[in-house]
Every structure is written in structure tokens, then in C-alpha cells.
């Protein structure tokens, strides 16, 4: 266990509805992940921080901000919902000080869905 | 292009029956291969990494294994409690991304 909870666990909003997912990790880890897991696309990396205030961009970021203000939390905003955003985000945390060996750590997930 | 393949999707295997998942892959310098297992409706749960060639990684039924184009995921004389989707990802040499596959769910049966 790697101290990671994320909230809420389900949400269902509407098109147009802005939405924000937060991740919580204990161990004041440096690097921190969101991905979206979508049927037949496997995991996909949304955006990206390695340290406070560092963020950046992975390869599905279109529609997605993140902001991390303290070590411990990592937010996802959808700033305009749409149902092509519904889905499972997961956050990742990795455990060392660089990502020389990215040994990624999961959350329990959150069930999104867009109507 | 950077790309994760595992095979087959869905494996069934009656309680006992040693089979191997395949995950095969195209990137330029490879730094790490990452094996998960997860559960439906959980996290996906970190169970491997190999570095080089060669490597072997074991654990309890599970042994994974790397050669320079694909991992293999051997499992033997499984237990129902071994059905869940087991993915791979690599990593890149100078990169901290991961590049996961989709997965491969299995199934045993009592």
C-alpha cells in the first residue's frame, strides 16, 4: 500500500459540468501521475508532477488541467466535462527521488461518468 | 512508434494448468519492463520489473521473464485466485513515462 486515496471514488456529472479529481499520497513522494483507463486503450498518462508546482503534459492531456500546490495533492480538473471524458482515472505515484526506475504505485481509481 | 503489444487478450485455464502471457514491445533503449497485475474495480497492483535480458523475477506462481523484444509472464499450476488482467509497461531509456499494453485478462477456473 502504497498511502494513495483518491476522491471521490464515483462521480456522475453532466456535459459542460466542471469536475475535479483529487489525489492524496501520505509519503510525500515527488513524482506524481494521472492516467485514464479505457477499454482496448489500456492505461494512458493524462499529465505528470515532479514536485510542487511542476507539472506537464502527457499524451491525452486535451481537456484536462492539473495543479499540485502541496506535496500530498494532486488535482485533475475537467474544466467542461464531456462524455468522451467518461472513464477510470488512476493516480500513480513513484517511490524514488528521480524516475531513473519508474516502479509506478496505484490508486483504488475513480469511475467517471459524462451523460 | 513506441508500442506495447500482450497477447492473448483473454486466457482461460482450468486450476492447474501452466500457461505464459506474452508482452512484446518496440521502443529505442529500453530502461525497465513493468509487470501489474489488477483486480476488477481496483488499482492496478505493481508485481515486477526486469532491467536487462535474461532477467527472471519470481514470485509465489508467477516468474517473469525478458528477452530483447518481449517479457513473458509464466504462470504455473494456477489458482482461481489468480483470474484478474495482468499488464505490462516499459519504460524508456531518458524518460520517465510508461507505456502500458492492454492487457491481458485471465481466468481460472476450479
Known amino acids: 500500500d502504497a498511502g494513495i486515496t483518491q476522491s471521490p471514488r464515483h462521480k456522475v456529472t453532466e456535459t459542460g459540468t466542471p469536475v475535479t479529481l483529487r489525489c492524496h499520497q501520505t509519503e510525500n513522494h515527488r513524482y506524481m501521475y494521472w492516467y485514464r483507463q479505457d477499454p482496448g486503450h489500456g492505461l494512458r498518462l493524462i499529465h505528470y508532477s515532479y514536485g510542487v508546482k511542476d507539472t506537464d503534459k502527457g499524451e491525452v492531456s486535451d481537456g484536462y488541467s492539473v495543479s499540485r500546490s502541496k506535496t500530498e495533492d494532486f488535482l485533475l480538473t475537467l474544466e467542461s466535462a464531456t462524455s468522451s471524458q467518461t472513464s477510470v482515472y488512476f493516480c500513480?505515484?513513484?517511490?524514488?527521488?528521480?524516475?531513473?526506475?519508474?516502479?509506478?504505485?496505484f490508486g483504488p481509481g475513480t469511475r467517471l461518468t459524462v451523460l | 512508434e513506441d508500442q506495447v503489444t500482450q497477447s492473448p487478450e483473454a486466457l482461460r485455464l482450468q486450476e492447474g494448468e501452466s500457461s505464459s502471457l506474452n508482452c512484446s514491445y518496440t521502443v529505442s533503449g529500453l530502461r525497465g519492463l513493468f509487470w501489474y497485475r489488477q483486480d476488477p474495480g481496483k488499482g492496478p497492483e505493481f508485481l515486477f520489473t526486469l532491467y536487462s535480458a535474461g532477467e527472471e523475477k519470481e514470485k509465489e506462481r508467477l516468474k517473469a521473464t525478458l528477452t530483447k523484444k518481449e517479457s513473458f509472464l509464466h504462470i504455473t499450476a494456477p489458482k482461481p485466485e489468480d483470474s484478474a488482467t495482468y499488464l505490462c509497461?516499459?519504460?524508456?531509456?531518458?524518460?520517465?513515462?510508461?507505456?502500458f499494453g492492454s492487457g491481458t485478462r485471465l481466468l481460472v477456473r476450479p
Open positions: 500513480a505515484i513513484t517511490t524514488g527521488d528521480t524516475y531513473t526506475y519508474n516502479e509506478q504505485f
Open positions: 509497461a516499459v519504460q524508456k531509456d531518458s524518460s520517465y513515462k510508461l507505456i
